[in-house]
């Protein structure tokens, strides 16, 4: 499994049921590039479309019961990864460098 699709279906596990549209807006990116990634996802049996009973043009993804383990053990990698790029340093130093990389995100979102 690929970074985006992960972090794709991530975004449907935190925000399910979701409509395609929704989707697309809150991650930004295009309605055909979302549909593309639910046709993969789709065929390797991690989400399925629902038809919006109220509004028959809708569709909501949902994850099947396939997708969850993957999305923990990832989580899980990404934990232990992070361990091992910071475990070295001293609690000071990771204070330090959490809050370097807040300026930075908030740098990036302005």
């Known amino acids: 499994m690929t970074g985006p699709s992960l972090r794709f279906l991530i975004a449907i596990a935190e925000n399910e049921p979701i409509r395609m549209s929704e989707l697309a807006a809150k991650i930004g990116i295009k309605a055909r590039t979302v549909t ?3 046709d993969a ?3 390797e049996n991690m989400l399925i479309r629902v038809p919006d009973s109220e509004d028959r043009r809708a569709t909501f993804l949902r994850l099947t019961d396939a997708a969850p383990p993957l999305i923990q053990h990832a989580r899980n990698a990404m934990s232990e990864a992070s361990e091992q790029v910071v475990g070295s340093l001293s609690p000071e130093n990771r204070r330090l460098l959490l809050n370097l990389l807040k300026q930075l995100n908030s740098c ?3």
Do not use: A, D, K, M
């Open 41 to 43: 996802l789709e065929q």
């Open 36 to 38: 593309q990634f639910v």
């Open 108 to 110: 990036s979102g302005s």
